[in-house]
């Protein structure tokens, strides 16, 4: 199965200023992350069959034409077991079906399976397939190339974000295809990577509470050396998530508002 990767102009925070729509299967095929109608999406699938959409997660940069592209093809559309009424809220349309962690997914070229990747968003999936007789992996905003990912308070959850690398780099995949950015092919030095990223800067958070630094305000200043103008909020979101990581596992105290050693 060769997965159709059509990269769409939206509205987001991604460098890239695009997300990513993949068609998995030429017939029957399972569409994913429909994130906006675009002249190129309608012309890939203007020779395809669409059965099924689904997203990676809710955002809104994933799911504008969830709606629109499930209406036109009359495909099923499904939604993370649980998520269904956030589903309907984000996408503007009741989810037909729902998946779980391993859940397949038919199409005309094979099974896709559900699996389950949380932390950058509590529903976070990612679907994996084969591939010329490897398996691969469409990963949504768990993973990028380049750069690190996102993962802010109060939706983004630390923990099962590293969680979900781990297992990833586990199964060590052939390729990973990313909702924002180019296909990875070194996916297991992709994942150490991202890993790595997190615990220097969990490692800079400590450091930053230890020398007096008590508000995510305080925390971010001292985390960051680069410049977070026009990132500010989403560098303050993510030393949130870690300062709860680290308040779970006992190596700081966060009541919400400030943080002690």
């Not at 190129?40 to 699938?45: G, N, T, V, Y």
């Not at 059965?51 to 099923?76: E, F, K, L």
């Not at 990875?184 to 800067?201: F, G, K, P, Q, V």
């Not at 050396?225 to 026009?230: A, I, N, Q, T, Y």
Request: negative net charge; charged residues 25%.
């Amino acid at each position: 199965m060769n997965p159709t990767r059509v990269p769409l102009e939206v509205t987001t925070r991604a460098p890239t200023g695009r997300t990513a729509a993949y068609l998995l299967g030429d017939d029957d095929a399972l569409l994913v992350d429909p994130a906006a109608e675009r002249e190129d999406l309608d012309a890939a699938l203007a020779d395809r069959s669409v059965a099924h959409v689904a997203v990676t997660h809710h955002h809104p940069d994933h799911v504008a034409a969830v709606a629109s592209y499930a209406r036109a093809h009359d495909a099923t559309v499904w939604a993370r077991y649980g998520r269904g009424d956030a589903f309907e809220a984000a996408t503007g349309i009741t989810p037909d079906r729902t998946f779980v962690d391993g859940t397949t997914i038919p199409t005309g070229d094979g099974p896709v399976h559900v699996v389950d990747l949380p932390g950058h968003a509590p529903e976070h999936v990612g679907f994996r397939f084969p591939e010329d007789d490897a398996t691969a992996y469409l990963v949504g905003d768990l993973a990028v190339a380049a750069g690190s990912v996102v993962v802010g308070s109060p939706e983004g959850d630390m923990r099962a974000y590293v969680a979900s690398l781990r297992r990833l780099w586990a199964r060590d995949p052939e390729t990973l295809y990313p909702s924002h950015g180019p296909v990875i092919d070194d996916t297991r030095e992709t994942c150490a990577r991202l890993i790595a990223h997190r615990r220097d800067r969990e490692e800079r958070v400590l450091a930053a509470v230890r020398d007096g630094a008590r508000t995510p305000s305080e925390v971010t200043d001292a985390a960051y050396e680069k410049d977070l103008s026009g990132v500010r909020d989403l560098a303050e979101a993510t030393v949130v998530a870690h300062l709860e990581k680290l308040s779970v596992e006992g190596q700081l105290v966060w009541d919400g508002t400030e943080v002690t050693p």
